[in-house]
């Protein structure tokens, strides 16, 4: 049969075993100060003969390329070079590179200077870190998930039990991050993600669009509203302007396809509008199934951008990410005690999002400056469930239904002056938010509906001294609504500043300290609840407030090597804290749950503060790498009070993510991730036996008891092959491949006989629960043609 098969791909001219299957590289090489093309840039594959100049519009071609992975440099007369890194060339579906090179100073005119491959910036001069997708692509454990993928960056937190995608970064909660594509604020990057947070298990976002993901952990742009730990950004490519190419995707849960083509090209050599659209399905659904559990999760994603050039300085760009999620239980044919708990506890889930954008972005002909203006509309629809019956469900105990909708207009202009670079703009947004909440146990019914106007205004201003040794960075953020009553405009200012310094002549030994204050508006789920009077009790609280201090020293120990040591403390005040529950909601928003839908006060203050030593290698010597080691206290206080330590407070945590490309294509990669003994909240067992099947968490005994530690390694083994119209990877991984149990706090059911009946009087009892000590394989298929 196979031999038949291969016969049928020969004759159809699929594989061609005579031919060299070379591969093509393109791309673009631009001004980074006015974005406008390079022509006569050199681009040269690294370590070999091959190289081509830009044309007139900044772009190049390299054919004929042996598929392998390289390292490719751009470099122009006044300008300093750029080295994109662990770039792999296929005979089929090579993405694009796009090198933005910076201009050299008068003072440096005579000095080689090679962009630095570590992104910073004078506005965010550390506590940064970023991915490529290649980088993305092949991270063991992490199937393609940008989102999972980011969880080995340093400073996160594995959540409990490991397997969501929280951004739980430097001890701060999981509702701490903000999400931006293409300039775009995505509020929500998971399926089944918890409302009030963002955090999910499934990430939603398609590799294949992005070229370049990047996380800052303080020192954020002024240009971001709503940070308190962390600002999540991602660039997007432009699509294929000169032919079509298709991917597609089948791995152990979910298969998806990727469309780029080129529209209304006709007889032109590059089309000036572009379309690139993907869909992904779920089978996990039936995955569980055959192996006899009881969850259903299913869920559809899809995205997609068309981008048209208007003319040399103008373009328009149109993007969108939208989600379908359905979460469900069914009975297994025999009784488990384990299954069955799962059955009765676990919420349903029914969501759908998305998001669409409209962005215009304009370069200035003088080359002095660029804009964007950006119009975008976000919705979540989110019914999350609780019955007494929960296979059939029927007997409904609580229910949160509920419709968030934002409209935003965003304006983002920058200039550059003599040695200034200035920034300033604003954004003005429209939130429409309805709920129905009925809870039974809380005591809960309440139909809410509210609308207002949230607006901000940002400036910053940056430039270099002492012949580019210091650079300083100011910038500042004002923000209000017209709903909250706990802050005003300038209640809400927002000051930073940040500082780097080269100490060495060579540029390996730099100095870089931060100091902001940032500042949240509470989410819908807190502003929108209601007492049984009607009253939007947590109206009048105030915008959370957390203040950053950084201070690090980097050393460049190659050109693609570094070292950095950072010192941080973020202090935290007028955060939520549960009336009910009297704890900090910092403390919340990491699990299936809905977040900040209660009475709370802001009178709560918290503190994170520790260390960071981190090394990371780009691919040199056919190895790259990120080791990194965090340690932290994170500590937050009830309505009053001492500070007390939060279920985040691991106080240790290790992370390592590499690879070692080999011969004929062939790359291993590895992942390790530690956190240290986690505090967690135990089960109150008497008020879980009254709610159940709701378990009651005993809040007060906080810090009491804490979970083992977390350690788990994934391995990776990628082979591509190359064939005239087709290129083919496949992968094998092994997550958990070291056997370490993931720790879990202790669950508990109703107790019950072996036949499944329930012993009277009833009782809860704990459960033996499955700690996954068994390493898990996966294997998947990506077709690039």
Same mark, same amino acid.
């Given at each position: 049969m196979l031999n038949r098969l291969l016969v049928i791909f020969l004759s159809l001219g699929i594989f061609s075993l005579n031919a060299q299957n070379n591969g093509r590289l393109t791309g673009r090489v631009i001004d980074n100060q006015s974005l406008l093309p390079l022509e006569g840039a050199t681009v040269i594959?690294?370590?070999?003969?091959? #190289?081509?100049?830009?044309?007139?519009?900044?772009?190049?071609?390299?054919?004929?390329?042996?598929?392998q992975t390289y390292n490719i440099e751009a470099n122009f007369l006044g300008y300093g070079s750029q080295t994109k890194f662990n770039v792999i060339v296929k005979s089929v579906g090579t993405a694009d590179l796009l090198f933005k090179l910076d201009e050299l100073s008068e003072s440096l005119d005579e000095v080689v200077v090679a962009k630095s491959p570590f992104r910073t910036s004078k506005e965010t001069p550390l506590s940064t870190q970023s991915l490529s997708a290649v980088e993305i692509e092949t991270y063991p454990g992490g199937n393609n998930d940008i989102a999972k993928v980011a969880q080995s960056l340093p /400073?996160?937190?594995?959540?409990?039990?490991?397997?969501?995608?929280?951004?739980?970064?430097?001890?701060?909660?999981?509702?701490? %991050?903000?999400?931006?594509?293409? /300039?775009?604020?995505i509020p929500n990057i998971n399926h089944f993600s918890t409302q009030g947070s963002a955090g999910g298990p499934v990430g939603m976002l398609n590799v294949d669009f992005v070229?370049?993901? !990047? =996380? @800052?952990?303080? *020192?954020?742009?002024?240009?971001?509203?709503?940070?308190?730990? #962390? &600002? =999540?950004?991602?660039?997007?490519?432009?699509?294929?302007?000169?032919? +079509?190419?298709?991917? &597609?995707?089948?791995?152990?849960?979910?298969?998806?396809?990727? =469309?780029?083509?080129?529209?209304?090209?006709?007889?032109?050599?590059?089309?000036? $509008? !572009?379309? +690139?659209?993907?869909?992904?399905? @779920?089978?996990l659904q039936f995955v569980f199934e055959l192996v006899g559990l009881p969850i259903r999760p299913d869920y559809w994603d899809y995205q997609w951008k068309i981008n048209h050039t208007i003319d040399a300085f103008n373009s328009i760009s149109f993007i969108g990410l939208g989600s379908i999620d359905d979460f469900s239980v069914v009975a297994p044919d025999e009784f488990d005690a384990e299954q069955q708990s799962t059955i009765e506890q676990v919420p349903i889930i029914k969501q759908k999002t998305n998001t669409v954008g409209l962005s215009w972005k304009r370069k200035f002909k003088s080359?002095? /400056?660029?804009?964007? %203006?950006?119009?975008?509309?976000?919705?979540?629809?989110?019914?999350?469930?609780?019955?007494?019956d929960n296979e059939n469900q029927t007997g409904l105990l609580f229910e949160n239904d509920a419709v968030e909708q934002e409209t935003k207009l965003r304006l983002h202009v920058?200039?550059?002056?003599?040695?200034?670079?200035? @920034?300033?703009?604003?954004?003005?947004?429209?939130?429409?938010?309805?709920?129905?909440?009925?809870?039974?146990?809380?005591?809960?019914?309440?139909?809410?509906?509210?609308?207002? +106007?949230?607006? /901000?205004?940002?400036?910053?201003?940056?430039?270099?001294?002492?012949?580019?040794?210091?650079?300083?960075?100011?910038?500042?953020?004002?923000? *209000?609504?017209s709903f909250t009553t706990g802050s005003s405009l300038i209640d809400n200012l927002s000051p930073r500043l940040a500082a780097s310094y080269q100490l060495s002549s060579d540029q390996r030994w730099k100095l870089n300290a931060s100091v902001g204050r940032y500042y949240k508006i509470p989410p819908y789920t807190m502003l929108g609840f209601q007492d049984l009077q009607g009253n939007f009790i947590n109206k009048n609280n105030r915008y959370t407030q957390s203040d950053h201090y950084v201070f690090g020293v980097e050393y460049n120990w190659t050109p693609t090597a570094r070292i950095t040591v950072e010192g941080f403390i973020k202090d935290y005040s007028q955060y939520p804290v549960s009336v009910l529950d009297q704890v900090s909601l910092a403390n919340k928003g990491g699990g299936f749950e809905v977040l900040g839908n209660e009475p709370v006060v802001d009178t709560g203050k918290g503190k994170s503060s520790g260390i960071e030593v981190l090394f990371q290698q780009k691919l040199t010597k056919n190895f790259y790498g990120v080791l990194a080691y965090t340690h932290f206290f994170s500590e937050f206080s009830r309505a009053n009070g001492p500070l007390l330590p939060t279920v985040w407070d691991s106080r240790n945590l290790l992370s390592f993510t590499g690879g070692y490309k080999l011969k004929r294509n062939w790359e291993v990669s590895l992942r390790y991730r530690y956190a240290g003994e986690t505090p967690y909240v135990p089960t109150d067992i008497a008020a879980s036996l009254v709610a159940y099947p709701r378990i009651v968490m005993d809040y007060n005994r906080l810090g009491d008891v804490t979970l083992d530690i977390f350690s788990q390694g994934d391995i990776r083994i990628d082979k591509k092959w190359n064939f005239?119209?087709?290129?083919?990877?496949?992968?094998?991984? &092994?997550q958990n491949f070291l056997a370490k149990a993931v720790p879990r706090p202790l669950e508990y059911g109703i107790a019950?006989?072996?036949?499944? %009946?329930?012993?009277?009087?009833?009782?809860?009892?704990?459960?033996? $629960?499955?700690?996954?000590?068994?390493?898990?394989?996966?294997?998947?298929? &990506?077709?690039?043609?």
């Open positions: 594959i690294n370590e070999t003969t091959i #190289g081509v100049v830009t044309d007139a519009e900044g772009y190049f071609t390299i054919n004929d390329v042996p598929p /400073g996160i937190s594995p959540s409990i039990g490991g397997f969501r995608n929280d951004f739980i970064i430097r001890g701060g909660a999981p509702n701490e %991050t903000v999400y931006y594509l293409d /300039g775009v604020e070229r370049e993901v !990047t =996380l @800052s952990s303080s *020192a954020f742009g002024a240009e971001y509203d709503n940070p308190l730990s #962390g &600002v =999540l950004a991602f660039e997007q490519r432009d699509g294929n302007a000169t032919e +079509m190419a298709t991917k &597609v995707r089948i791995g152990a849960s979910e298969a998806g396809v990727t =469309l780029n083509t080129p529209l209304f090209k006709g007889d032109k050599e590059r089309s000036n $509008t !572009t379309l +690139m659209l993907s869909a992904r399905r @779920s089978y080359g002095k /400056g660029r804009m964007q %203006t950006t119009l975008s509309t976000n919705r979540l629809q989110n019914v999350f469930s609780r019955f007494s920058t200039q550059f002056s003599s040695e200034w670079k200035l @920034s300033y703009g604003a954004n003005l947004q429209f939130s429409n938010y309805s709920n129905e909440t009925l809870g039974l146990l809380e005591n809960f019914n309440y139909a809410s509906s509210i609308d207002f +106007m949230k607006y /901000g205004f940002f400036g910053k201003a940056s430039r270099s001294y002492l012949e580019d040794k210091l650079s300083l960075s100011f910038g500042l953020r004002l923000d *209000a609504d005239k119209r087709l290129s083919f990877n496949f992968y094998l991984e &092994v019950r006989n072996e036949d499944g %009946t329930e012993i009277n009087p009833r009782s809860l009892v704990q459960i033996d $629960t499955d700690r996954t000590e068994t390493p898990l394989p996966s294997f998947g298929f &990506v077709f690039d043609f």
